[in-house]
């Protein structure tokens, strides 16, 4: 059996510093995370209340595209993020069983601890069954490897997408 003393101290620093390194290194790798938008659509009543939620870092990079200061500390520079997010998310404006638009509405953003949400409604003349033309490219211009997640809640169940 070895015993710890018994090996040379050159050998127990080398063997010391290489375990901080790799623990280092590994805390560095769980630290990372990838950029990416997860959308909720809920039915509730007559219409759609949709939640955007991204990283506060991604939407900092949001703001500085649409021209903003790079900070989110207030309501003018969350601004640019809804604004960003309402060119960008699209629900179907009619279906063919409507006879009147569709309008999707932005109602604001906020930000809270790490993360920035934005809220839309969406009021189709009535539920429909196939949101297949839902698009969604959120961050896409800005970081080409970002994620995107859609989970449609209705009455009838729960639908889940990712772009």
Do not use: C
């Not at 659509?41 to 595209?65: E, K, P, Q, S």
């Not at 604001?108 to 790490?114: H, L, P, S, T, V």
């Amino acid at each position: 059996m070895l015993k710890l003393t018994s090996l040379p101290r050159a050998l127990l620093g080398r063997v010391a510093v290489r375990s901080l390194l790799l623990l280092t290194i590994s805390m560095a790798v769980v630290a990372h995370r990838g950029s990416g938008v997860w959308t909720d659509m809920v039915w509730v009543d007559d219409h759609f209340d949709i939640t955007h939620r991204l990283h506060a870092a991604d939407g900092l990079t949001i703001n500085r595209f649409m021209g903003g200061t790079g900070r989110l500390d207030n309501l003018k520079e969350l601004a640019f993020v809804a604004l960003y997010v309402d060119q960008r998310f699209m629900t179907p404006t009619r279906t063919a069983s409507q006879s009147r638009e569709s309008p999707l509405t932005t109602l604001g953003a906020e930000i809270d601890d790490d993360f920035v949400y934005v809220y839309q409604q969406w009021w189709p003349a009535d539920r429909p069954t196939d949101l297949s033309h839902i698009t969604n490219s959120l961050l896409g211009d800005i970081i080409p490897a970002s994620q995107r997640f859609l989970r449609i809640e209705t009455p009838e169940g729960v639908q889940e997408r990712h772009f």
